[in-house]
């Protein structure tokens, strides 16, 4: 008699990632791994974001010529795409575990002021200058946790619960600085996120090591693994012995976290807290990581693919600006590139097998 498998069903010896997209198999038909091309893989996917980004640097030296192409811009093109890149690799996990997070932006300008307060930069001389930056992961971090709390047990949509953050956390922020900017005067502070090594910016250093973190976090552990579980079939991962509401918390704390160290960041760049500080930061950094291959439905999505989204806008952004056209047009032109984006990942979607 011959026997099927049911798809969700925790079998022994099989993992977590082939529990959660688990598909009938007939004893009387071999079971066939789809066709795909190379264009359909992650390396492909990868493979086409950098003969784009490519396309867009050549553009840049036809049209801007050695303003673009020197060292210097290429420094300040990294160091412009640092703080969104940190902020969208915690992003990346959000979305892939099949959520979203709006509330990034208003975060990074929470959590600037709270760092940048009398108080706090007071208790920053007198001790260590390492105080404003464990406040301001710490006010990213709980930030993500009380959205975590309301999405995972609340069972807020993930949409309303982070767009309440966004509109809180901004207000929050604003009764903190009383609608002033507030000077960072603390020179070890200053010291080092403006200085460099090697010659290479310390955000820029940021930005790599955060990547590093988040792509070995991702691919190399059991957390990356259940992570693009619960966002392929949050059922089937439940099924196998994964804690989906827990999970699901850590994602949108880990993302807060990585709002938290663009906040630090960003005061380091500005040498200012501001309640306006990542104002619709949240946009361009959601934009990164769909244009960098992550399905917003969940379940799929790369860090390598997130960086090079992040590298294409902040270029483009260049490019433009080198060639003195309005941000209207850059927006047009965010715009479309987004669109296609989306379409190609709903085009690739529906060529891959339904998950059941």
Known sequence: MSE?????AAVPGRSVTELAGDVPVHADRPAQAPRRGLLHGPAGRNLGLVIALLAICIFGVATAGERFASPENALTILRLASVTGVV??????????????????????????WASTLATQTMAQDLNWGVMVVTALAVGLCAGLVNGVL????????????????????????????????????????????????????????FVL???????????????????????????????GIKVKRHTMYLYALSGLGAGIGGVMMLGRTTAGSSTNGLFLELDVIAAVVVGGTLLV?????????????LIFTTLSNVFTQNNLSSSAQAVAKGVIIVVAVMLQQRIAGRTPAKT
């Open 88 to 113: 969208s690799i915690g992003m990346t996990f959000v979305i892939i575990g099949a959520g979203i997070d709006l509330s990034v932006g208003s975060v990074i300008g929470l959590a600037s002021v």
């Open 210 to 240: 955060v990547s590093v973190a988040g792509w070995i976090l991702l691919n190399r552990t059991t957390f990356g693994r259940r992570t693009i579980a619960v966002g392929g079939n949050p059922e089937a991962a439940r099924l196998a």
């Open 151 to 206: 999405i995972a047990y609340g069972k807020v949509v993930a949409f309303i619960a982070t767009l309440a953050m966004m509109v809180a956390a901004r207000g929050l922020a604003e009764i903190i600085a009383q609608r002033k900017t507030q000077v960072v005067s603390v020179q070890g502070f200053l010291d080092f996120f403006r200085g460099d090594l090697i010659g290479i910016p310390t955000l820029v250093w940021i």
């Open 298 to 310: 969940g379940g799929r999505g790369t860090i390598v693919g997130t960086v090079l989204g992040v």
């Open 4 to 8: 099927q498998t049911t798809p969700g």
